[in-house]
């Protein structure tokens, strides 16, 4: 069995939906959890400390550990505090699900400045606020756990949602990174994308009875997310640089892959012409890779063009 006895995990947007359902499930398992949430609405506006609590006092009655934060993600005080939160009260921070967010469907011709910069503040900003810290705390233990809850909306897109889909996409970079960094310190990085029945659904649809009675609702219960997150998030999970779909009771590892693309002669100046001659070339999916890093990228390129590079630079 995956257990978190003796660790300590952040849950934010935990007073709710998806995120509420992570923190008891870990919490069951062992974890002493932060609970955090600003206890807003799904637009971001308002505040309620008892969305946190109640949450709080479901996983105590339980006969489990929890304290509840209701600090901001949005700003580098709130992230501050809510590690500060973690290692105050228990001493340590083994994992961090990044799960806080917001959601408004805006045409993107309608699409305000203050729009797209309040959903970048929360997602986005609010994942790098979160996140320093929190791996400041575990690269001194040597060991940890970065969840970030991306979206197949950013990935794939999705209309209205130009100012969603850019900030969930930025995490799968920040997360990467992350990745990278942290491997020599025993921190993995990874992202789910997940797809379960929340106020997201309910409140952006034109009739959620209907969704009701063709029985796609149960099939898009928000239980069926839990498990991949909840493995990612403990000491069982040994991938990193990874994102993963979950889809009522589908998982499955999303990625982006490299084609193998035209090469121009070396020492050639290829032009426009020259792309759209070659288009079918550079537009090959198959067969492909997946670069680890954008290293893995150009070094392929130099060994096709017969440039031993990798060993001379230090990366």
Known sequence: MIDFADQVVVVTGAG?????????????RGAAVVVNDLGGSMHGAGADASVADL?????????????????????REGGQAIVATAVERFGRLDAVVSNAGIFTSIPFEELSTEDWRHMLR???????????????VMK?????RFVFISSSGG?????????YAAAKAGLVGLANVLAIEGAPHGILANTVLPFGFSRMVTETVADPKTLEETGFLKVIRP?????????????????????????????????????????????????????????????A??????????????????????????AEIDV
């Open 16 to 28: 709710r939906g998806l995120g509420r359902l992570y923190a008891i499930e870990l919490a069951r």
């Open 55 to 75: 949450v709080v006092d479901e996983i105590r009655h339980a006969g489990g550990v929890a304290v509840a934060s209701h600090d901001s993600v949005d700003n």
């Open 122 to 136: 929360v997602h986005l900003d609010g994942g790098f606020y979160l996140s320093q810290p929190a791996y400041r």
């Open 140 to 144: 001194k233990q040597g060991h940890g």
């Open 155 to 163: 990935l794939f897109g999705q209309p209205l949602e130009a100012h």
């Open 223 to 283: 239980e069926l997310v839990v498990p991949i997150v909840v493995h990612l998030a403990s000491r069982a999970c040994t991938v990193t640089h990874h994102n993963y779909s979950a889809c009522a009771g589908r998982f499955a590892r999303v990625f982006v892959g490299l084609g193998p693309g035209w090469l121009a002669e070396p020492g050639s100046t290829p032009t426009a012409e020259d792309i759209a001659a070659h288009l079918a070339e550079v537009s």
């Open 285 to 310: 999916t198959e067969p492909f890779t997946v670069p680890a890093s954008i290293f893995d990228e150009v070094f392929g390129v130099c060994e096709r063009l017969g440039v031993g590079v990798s």
